[in-house]
């Protein structure tokens, strides 16, 4: 009995840890079991005969909420060819109201709800040996009478699984894929929109087994190690002793992790602030909402001012990248509500900030109270909120504006110098900057085509352009080192129309060539000749020193020379001369 395991991942870089697990718990028993993922970004016909190709007696999906409508229209197309073929699906998208999904696709054979290690080892053999089915734990199936849920698998001893990272084929192949690896399973909270609410309780693996798969990864030349922990710091012990050893046998590789920032021990934070290597961690933290009535309603406990504290003392420290997301859309909090807790969260500046909005997944309480709060939602994943009591369709599509310029302009890091200064002189808050571009770019109907990097320049040139007020030219001008700091190359073009010609970047070489005592000293030590200069370095004028803004956001009208130059290896450097005085050099990048 020929059984494939397969995924469709979002994205190619992403791995399936779930298949790993179930091929190597099931090798023993099934040694020609097979494992192939794909990405929803293939073509459906591509993925189809290739596993039509493969000649399984069995196959496996495993269900996401980002696969599971791709993966429903490939198992149907499946059966259309091969109607002889055995469909198992498992994976927690399909572990909830096990009913629908059979009402709802007639082409599944047999369903494994829950952890499923044991329990498609126990089916296999069960179909292997033509055997009844009754007492395989954790699986439904159409049986004779009907639909059948058999009970609950009990939850496996996790040291006694399998390591799903000895294949050393597959390990070759992973070197350049988001590698998961999990030290724990469970949750120690119950928040309403989530999965992880259903089931209580957290399970670790031995912690020296941790470090010798986490070992095995990094030796191989793993890059990126995503935990998916779902509160890695809940056991301080445990996650410190992990931490240590990440930080002794890193060899470069980055470990991402998500965290509970308002519990995060003061000895655990001290320690990674004096001991983490720069870049190599990475910690996602779930704010969700600052209204402490939402989360009330949702089950969650968060000390905001806590939680705060210790991401400033983590951003001050410049050595752990931080992600934080937010939910819009969770119960009694209304536009207003969410737009202070936007402006809450972007005042940390963390390095991304990722605006998402409520989903109601089966099985989880604020889908079995749904017309509590009149939820109406997509019917079909990823089953997002379209408007409840307090939140109108119409500013959901508003938000979504917002998201999509957080994204472009802030997540992206393309005009970070612009932005921070927009924020602070022309608008009321963030949200308000974000608001504002968001609806003059859907206005404008960008938001149904492609954008270069000069395009994204030109869009905000337009909209402050259009909005006017008296900060614009300053803008612009940081716009324009933004814009030089986004190249590792010299530009070929720039996006503004009032750049200094061919013939006046010239007469600026020549005089810094002959009098190399008054141009910038740090310049002068690249030793750079004429030729070089033409080839590697930008000039602008300036009207206000933006040298004497970033240092101490001081705004200065002063003629200013921006100089640029490039490597062509490493970040540009950016010179400043103030014009007119010409001793008078800074130097930034």
């Known amino acids: 009995m020929k059984t494939v395991l397969t995924t469709l991942n979002a994205k190619y870089i992403h791995s399936s840890l779930a298949l790993r697990y179930l091929k190597a718990y099931n090798l023993a028993d099934f040694p020609d079991i ?7 970004k293939e073509p459906l016909m591509h993925v189809l ?16 909420i980002w696969n599971i409508e791709e993966t429903i229209q490939l198992i149907q197309l499946l059966k259309k060819v091969k109607p002889r073929l055995k469909i198992i699906v498992g994976g927690p998208e399909v572990s909830y109201d096990l009913p629908y999904w059979f ?10 709800y829950g952890e499923g290690e044991i329990t498609l080892n126990q089916l296999l053999k069960a ?3 033509n055997r009844d089915l009754v007492e395989v734990a954790g699986i439904a199936y159409r049986g004779d009478s009907g639909l059948e849920i058999n009970s609950p698998q009990p939850k496996a001893e996790l040291n006694e ?10 390990l070759a192949n992973l070197k350049d894929k988001i590698v998961y690896f999990e030290a724990s399973r469970g949750c120690p909270f119950a928040c309403s929109y989530c999965l992880s609410s259903v089931e209580t309780g957290v399970r670790y693996f031995a912690i020296e087994w941790v470090k010798v798969e986490l070992l095995n990864l990094i030796n191989n030349g793993v890059k990126i190690i995503k935990f998916v922990d779902r509160t890695f710091n809940t056991h301080k012990r445990f996650a410190l002793e992990i931490f240590q050893f990440l930080i002794e046998n890193h ?20 320690y990674l602030i004096d001991n983490a290597p720069p870049g190599v961690f990475r910690f996602e933290i779930g704010v969700q909402s600052t209204n402490e009535y939402t989360n009330s309603l949702v089950n969650r406990r968060q000390n905001f001012k806590r939680l705060s504290e210790t991401v400033l003392m983590l951003k001050e420290s410049k050595k752990i990248a931080l992600h934080l997301d937010l939910i819009a859309g969770l119960p009694e909090e209304d536009y207003n509500s969410f737009r202070k807790t936007f402006n809450d969260v972007f005042a940390l500046r963390p390095e991304e900030l990722q605006l998402g909005f409520l989903k109601l997944l089966r099985g989880t309480k604020i889908w079995e109270e749904a017309s509590k709060y009149d939820y109406v939602y997509m019917d079909n994943a990823p089953y997002e909120i379209l408007q409840n009591n307090l939140l109108s369709f119409n500013e959901v599509i508003r938000i979504k504006r917002v998201e999509d310029v957080l994204e472009k302009y802030w997540n992206a890091h393309r005009l970070d110098n612009s932005v921070e200064y927009l924020i602070k002189h022309d608008f009321a808050s963030a949200f308000d900057f ?6 003059f770019w859907e206005e404008n109907g960008w938001n149904r085509i492609g954008h270069q990097l000069e395009a994204l320049f030109e869009r905000l ?20 080192l933004d814009y030089f700091l986004n190249h590792r190359h010299k530009p070929r073009k720039v996006w503004w129309d009032d750049s200094l010609k061919k013939q006046e970047q010239a007469q600026i070489i020549q005089r810094l060539l002959a009098e190399p005592d008054q141009a910038p000293e740090e310049f002068v030590k690249l030793g750079l000749n004429e030729k070089e200069i033409h080839k590697h370095v930008m000039f602008e004028v300036l009207d206000n020193d933006l040298a004497e803004y970033l240092a101490n956001g001081k705004i200065s009208k002063q003629k200013t020379l921006l100089i640029v130059y490039y490597d062509f290896v490493n970040r540009p450097q950016i010179f400043f001369n103030l014009i007119g005085d010409i001793k008078k050099i800074k130097k930034i990048g």
Do not use: W
């Open 161 to 170: 699984l399998s390591s799903p990272y000895q294949d050393q084929e597959d």
């Open 434 to 439: 974000f608001q504002e571009f968001g609806d």
């Open 251 to 270: 060899q470069g590789t980055i470990f991402q992790f998500e965290i509970t920032a308002d519990i995060i021990q003061p000895d655990v934070l001290r």
């Open 49 to 64: 005969s290739d596993l039509y190709q493969r000649n399984a007696d069995v196959i496996g999906f495993s269900c996401y």
């Open 103 to 112: 009402r709802r696709v007639k082409e599944i054979d047999y369903l494994v």
């Open 127 to 129: 179909l292997k040996d």
């Open 34 to 40: 097979e494992l192939v993922e794909y990405s929803i």
């Open 461 to 480: 040139s337009a909209f402050l352009e259009v909005r006017g007020g008296e900060n614009v030219q300053m803008a612009h001008e940081l716009m324009k």
